[in-house]
């Protein structure tokens, strides 16, 4: 079966999104990048909470996945995620940037960087999408 080539999505930010004070500066397929404020994302200790990492590369790397699933005429959820955290940040801007390491018809993966200020990566992590037909997607929900 064939897809048309469709419009690619725009992203629109969730709930969390919005709350974490994520900000989208660049949106494509080979593309997507982000920012997130520090402040109002630390952990008791002071540093950059993990989940708050996770939670807003998932969504960077999730978008990328969305965006090209739109092209097909389809739409994508998560099956994996990993990442590692290389180092701590307490204050700044963190910039998020997911990039395809593989597109495919059915599945998608991304690396998704999370930097601070002066570019040094403070978590890495790659996330891997099933691509659905619109339809089947909204059998699953």
């Known amino acids: 079966m064939t897809h ?3 419009t ?3 992203i629109t930010l969730g709930e969390l999104d919005e709350k974490m004070g994520v900000t989208i500066l660049e949106q494509s397929v080979e593309r997507v990048v982000a920012t997130m404020p520090v402040a109002g994302n630390r952990q008791s200790f002071g540093l ?3 989940g708050a990492s996770l939670a807003v590369g998932e969504a960077v790397g999730s978008w990328a ?11 994508a959820v998560g099956v994996d995620v990993s990442a590692t955290h290389h ?7 963190v910039t998020i940037t997911a990039t395809p390491i593989h597109l495919g018809r059915t599945l998608t993966t991304h690396e998704v960087l ?3 200020e002066a570019g040094q990566r ?4 790659r996330i891997t999408n099933l ?11």
Do not use: F, M, Y
């Open 4 to 6: 048309e080539p469709s």
């Open 114 to 116: 999370l930097t601070d």
């Open 122 to 125: 403070l978590c890495t992590l």
């Open 87 to 93: 180092k701590g940040a307490r204050e700044g801007t």
């Open 48 to 50: 950059l909470h993990g």
């Open 8 to 10: 690619p999505w725009t």
């Open 131 to 141: 691509l659905l037909d619109k339809q089947a997607h909204r059998r699953t929900v």
């Open 65 to 75: 996945a969305v965006i090209h699933a739109s092209t097909l005429g389809k739409t």
